[in-house]
């Protein structure tokens, strides 16, 4: 009888899990990844970096990041409506609690907000999830180990200064070109 009750306390646990897992972004990142309508790159950092450029605080911090994954939907007459779901997929996957709202802004056709995972001084993995109902839509995941966001900031804005050469993600920008 004691067997009986710990198989049917284990089915209904297994039941609830099942019922209670929420798709995780890699998740997402895997499972659409194959899928004709979306644009999948997997970028490493060495691919962006000018090195030479940079000074030792900005390399460590570039040490820190790892990979950038970026999945995205180029807009096309005919996918508007696979746009909107994957939209809805990717807002519901968000609001987990373990994605941080760092920042959001844009206006009523385009729409960019930046997540993070971990916490203030050590973060994991960087969201940057944006649409425009012109190009389309996409997440870019930045991974790292221990992350700083201040330092993140001094590294976007050396950036900005030109000591990152972007060249290398010109194929990451074309994601989103008029290919019609």
């Given at each position: ?18 019922c ?94 930046v ?44 950036m ?21």
């Amino acid at each position: 009888m004691k067997t009986f009750k710990f198989i049917g306390l284990a089915v209904v646990a297994v039941m609830m899990v099942s019922c209670n897992s929420n798709q995780s972004l890699q998740e997402y990142y895997v499972d659409n990844q194959g899928d004709k309508e979306f644009v999948a790159v997997d970028v490493p950092t060495s691919l962006f970096a000018n090195t030479e450029a940079l000074n030792e605080d900005q390399k460590r911090t570039l040490e820190t990041v790892k990979k950038v994954n970026v999945i995205a939907i180029p807009k096309k007459p005919e996918n508007q409506e696979k746009i909107n779901i994957e939209k809805d997929n990717i807002s519901k996957i968000l609001k987990d609690e373990k994605y941080q709202l760092l920042m959001k802004f844009g206006g009523s056709s385009t729409k960019l907000e930046v997540y993070f995972t971990g916490n203030e001084e050590a973060v994991d993995e960087i969201i940057v999830y944006g649409y425009n109902d012109e190009k389309g839509m996409g997440i870019a995941r930045v991974l790292g180990d221990n992350m700083n966001p201040s330092d993140i900031l001094n590294l976007v804005s050396s950036m900005q200064k030109g000591d990152i050469n972007m060249s290398g993600l010109k194929e990451i920008t074309g994601i989103f070109a008029d290919k019609s």
